[in-house]
């Protein structure tokens, strides 16, 4: 019972570390600030940005560390290259100290490589904890990284309002103030027995509690999270955010409460009908088996009734299927048809990864998705500045951090709807990537703030679910055991990303500055660009390249509809015969 209990201490102690050290998501509070002390040009701000999303690059160091030191070590080497490198950001911008550009981004990238570090102490210790609901723990804990922006919007109205340098030493501090508070529940960790059935369903149903605190959570966030009109109220409000992170403490002695009733007063109360249905391990083993099986008995019998595997492929590292439905000639049908998965979980090695189709249509995306998203955060101020709205900066940050938690949340969904409403999981990333698109147009057409606001929230939106369900979906594609390596993998696009499409926004800034067309004013030694023309050109080229993403994840879903109906089937026969 007290191992019980414990693992839920340690699923908010994972909540706090994800909500506290999102802290590149701030980025554009500050970025005009530290453009004018530095003294720097568009394209050379873009590339601090995109230092802070190169520790993505060294993520697998975290994963290193892990074979050596235990995992409450690795947690504060996190909080440590977090403390020095915001904190000797923040000297900088307080004119405390002189560092030279090369040194600054230096200090960016240690800075986001502690956000990956933290990552990974977070990731493992819901895998450790939770195995059989996994999935519902990363997706909840994950949902909490993306309103980091609003708590640290909160956190600075609620101190000094009129300072954008105080979040570089809010990000600096708090993280390391939350390791410290994590630290008693990890070095608690307990060691759990496997689950019985009721106790699945049991801890699925309080999952599905704190989904809907973390809804309250977001809403509240929404609403107040950009108030500054008065501190002793901003101090309110940020109280108020303290106490709902703080709210999901009570899952413990709810545990303990409820173990005590029954045992004691013999409760008939039971948790049947549960319709939390996942995609684990043991699913996908079983689903392989079955295939192999069924495959087997087609090639004695010589049926193929059901194309699901080619007699050359079954004894292959990773299974292929053509399907035989597709029209003769098309090109369409030749790329849809081509080297399909056969079935979810296989196993992929690095290197047959970066071999099949299915990963680079993924890879691109979640590059022509997610990760435009992520730069357009990172530009949001300088945007919000060009169009004569930067006192709402902080409203915009929030708007897209906000919509950002409730995207991560929605990509549950599947999860909690499978039972009702089957999906495959890359048709709702298709569906995830059409509001990008759209946010774009609305950006470029319309330069007013209820289109400015209206395109973050979309944004936020949809870059949001794509963080969050791409690591379902590297799992369910390219297998479980080999999920840790495939999916740092696929987020090299996000530094990849960064660069590219900072440097384009960049240089479309800086030339409509030396063209003399959007000049504005000069703050400190940087000149300012004013008016729609400084951004517009980069929010077409931004919707076009996101088009190409929605392109590609359609492909991928077509590609891979047959691997995941094949699994639904299997399933479901399977729940029948067991």
Same mark, same amino acid.
């Given at each position: 019972m007290?191992?019980?209990?414990?693992?839920?201490?340690?699923?908010?102690?994972?909540?706090?570390?994800?909500?506290?050290?999102?802290? =590149?998501?701030?980025?554009?509070?500050?970025?005009?600030?530290?453009k004018? &002390?530095?003294?720097? %040009?568009?394209v050379?701000?873009?590339?601090?940005?995109?230092?802070?999303?190169?520790?993505?690059? /060294?993520?697998?160091?975290?994963? *290193?560390?892990?074979?050596?030191?235990?995992?409450?070590?690795?947690?504060?080497?996190?909080?440590f290259?977090?403390?020095?490198?915001y904190?000797?950001?923040?000297?900088?911008? @307080?004119?405390?100290?002189? *560092?030279?550009?090369?040194?600054?981004?230096?200090?960016?990238?240690?800075?986001?490589?502690?956000?990956?570090?933290?990552?990974?102490?977070?990731?493992?210790?819901?895998?450790?904890?939770?195995?059989?609901?996994?999935?519902?723990?990363? !997706?909840?804990?994950?949902?909490?990284?993306?309103?980091s922006?609003?708590?640290?919007?909160?956190?600075?109205?609620?101190?000094?309002?009129?300072?954008?340098?105080?979040?570089?030493?809010?990000?600096?501090?708090?993280?390391?103030?939350?390791?410290?508070?994590?630290l008693?529940?990890?070095?608690?960790?307990?060691?759990?027995?496997?689950?019985?059935? +009721?106790?699945?369903?049991?801890?699925s149903?309080?999952?599905?509690? $704190?989904?809907?605190?973390?809804? *309250?959570?977001?809403?509240?966030?929404? *609403? /107040?999270?950009?108030?500054?009109?008065?501190?002793?109220?901003?101090?309110?409000l940020?109280?108020?955010?303290? /106490?709902?992170?703080?709210?999901?403490?009570?899952?413990?002695?709810?545990?303990?409460?409820?173990?005590w /009733?029954?045992?004691?007063?013999?409760?008939?109360?039971?948790?049947?009908?549960?319709?939390?249905?996942?995609?684990?391990?043991d699913?996908?083993?079983?689903?392989? +088996? $079955?295939?192999?099986?069924?495959?087997?008995?087609? =090639?004695? +019998?010589?049926?193929?009734?059901?194309?699901?595997? @080619?007699?050359?492929?079954?004894?292959?590292?990773?299974?292929?299927?053509?399907?035989?439905?597709?029209?003769?000639?098309?090109?369409?049908?030749?790329?849809?048809?081509?080297?399909?998965?056969?079935?979810?979980?296989?196993?992929?090695?690095?290197?047959?990864?970066?071999?099949?189709?299915?990963?680079?249509?993924?890879y691109i995306?979640?590059?022509?998705?997610?990760?435009?998203?992520?730069?357009?955060?990172?530009?949001?101020?300088?945007?919000?500045?060009?169009?004569?709205?930067?006192?709402?900066?902080?409203?915009?940050?929030?708007?897209?951090? %906000?919509?950002?938690?409730?995207?991560?949340?929605?990509?549950? #969904?599947?999860?909690?709807?499978?039972?009702?409403v089957?999906?495959?999981?890359?048709?709702? $990333?298709?569906?995830?990537?059409?509001?990008?698109?759209?946010?774009?147009?609305?950006? #470029?057409?319309?330069?007013?703030?209820? #289109?400015?606001?209206?395109?973050? !929230?979309?944004?936020?939106?949809?870059?949001?679910?794509?963080?969050?369900?791409?690591?379902?979906?590297?799992?369910?594609?390219?297998?479980?055991? @080999?999920?840790?390596?495939?999916?740092?993998? $696929?987020?090299?696009?996000?530094? &990849?990303?960064?660069?590219?499409?900072?440097?384009?926004?960049?240089?479309?800034?800086?030339?409509?500055?030396?063209s003399?067309?959007?000049?504005?004013?000069?703050?400190?030694?940087?000149?300012?660009?004013?008016?729609?023309?400084?951004?517009?050109?980069?929010?077409?080229?931004?919707?076009? &390249?996101?088009?190409?993403?929605? #392109?590609? @994840?359609?492909?991928?879903?077509?590609?891979?509809?047959?691997?995941?109906?094949?699994?639904?089937?299997?399933?479901?026969? !399977?729940?029948?015969?067991?």
């Open positions: 007290a191992g019980q209990s414990r693992k839920w201490m340690i699923l908010v102690a994972t909540i706090w570390i994800q909500a506290f050290t999102g802290t =590149n998501f701030d980025f554009s509070a500050y970025s005009s600030d530290l004018s &002390v530095l003294g720097v %040009s568009q050379q701000l873009n590339y601090l940005a995109t230092a802070s999303d190169l520790g993505k690059l /060294f993520g697998w160091l975290s994963g *290193l560390a892990l074979m050596y030191f235990p995992l409450w070590v690795v947690l504060f080497m996190a909080a290259m977090g403390f020095f490198g904190g000797l950001q923040w000297l900088v911008i @307080s004119h405390v100290i002189s *560092l030279p550009y090369i040194l600054v981004f230096f200090l960016c990238l240690l800075s986001g490589l502690s956000i990956t570090w933290f990552n990974t102490v977070c990731f493992v210790l819901c895998i450790q904890n939770f195995p059989a609901n996994r999935a519902l723990a990363l !997706s909840l804990t994950v949902s909490f990284n993306g309103v922006a609003a708590i640290y919007a909160l956190a600075g109205n609620a101190i000094n309002p009129s300072s954008h340098a105080l979040y570089l030493l809010l990000n600096a501090l708090i993280p390391l103030i939350t390791s410290l508070a994590a008693i529940p990890i070095l608690r960790q307990p060691s759990l027995d496997p689950l019985p059935p +009721e106790g699945v369903k049991r801890d149903f309080i999952f599905l509690i $704190l989904n809907i605190i973390a809804i *309250l959570t977001g809403v509240y966030l929404l *609403l /107040f999270g950009a108030h500054s009109s008065d501190l002793t109220v901003s101090r309110l940020f109280g108020g955010a303290l /106490f709902l992170l703080m709210f999901p403490l009570c899952i413990p002695g709810i545990v303990y409460a409820r173990d /009733f029954k045992r004691t007063i013999h409760s008939s109360f039971r948790l049947d009908g549960s319709g939390f249905l996942l995609i684990d391990v699913d996908l083993e079983l689903h392989k +088996e $079955l295939l192999m099986r069924e495959a087997e008995a087609s =090639n004695n +019998e010589k049926e193929l009734d059901q194309p699901l595997l @080619s007699t050359d492929d079954i004894s292959m590292t990773y299974s292929i299927t053509r399907t035989k439905s597709f029209e003769k000639g098309g090109c369409c049908e030749t790329i849809i048809g081509k080297d399909q998965l056969a079935m979810l979980g296989e196993e992929h090695s690095a290197w047959l990864l970066v071999l099949r189709l299915d990963f680079w249509l993924y995306a979640y590059f022509c998705g997610g990760t435009i998203g992520l730069v357009y955060s990172n530009n949001l101020g300088q945007i919000a500045q060009s169009l004569g709205e930067s006192s709402r900066t902080t409203t915009l940050l929030t708007l897209y951090s %906000s919509f950002s938690f409730f995207g991560r949340l929605l990509s549950a #969904a599947p999860d909690y709807m499978r039972a009702k089957y999906f495959a999981r890359t048709g709702w $990333l298709t569906i995830a990537l059409l509001p990008t698109p759209v946010a774009f147009c609305l950006l #470029a057409t319309s330069g007013n703030a209820v #289109a400015l606001q209206a395109g973050t !929230s979309l944004m936020g939106l949809s870059s949001g679910f794509i963080f969050a369900a791409a690591v379902s979906i590297t799992s369910e594609l390219f297998g479980p055991n @080999s999920v840790g390596v495939n999916h740092n993998i $696929l987020i090299t696009n996000i530094p &990849v990303g960064s660069l590219v499409y900072g440097f384009l926004a960049a240089i479309v800034y800086d030339s409509n500055v030396s003399g067309i959007g000049i504005g004013n000069v703050v400190g030694d940087s000149v300012v660009c004013m008016g729609r023309h400084c951004y517009f050109l980069t929010f077409v080229l931004w919707g076009c &390249v996101s088009v190409v993403g929605l #392109a590609a @994840s359609v492909l991928l879903f077509l590609r891979t509809r047959h691997a995941y109906d094949c699994f639904e089937r299997k399933r479901l026969s !399977s729940t029948q015969l067991y």
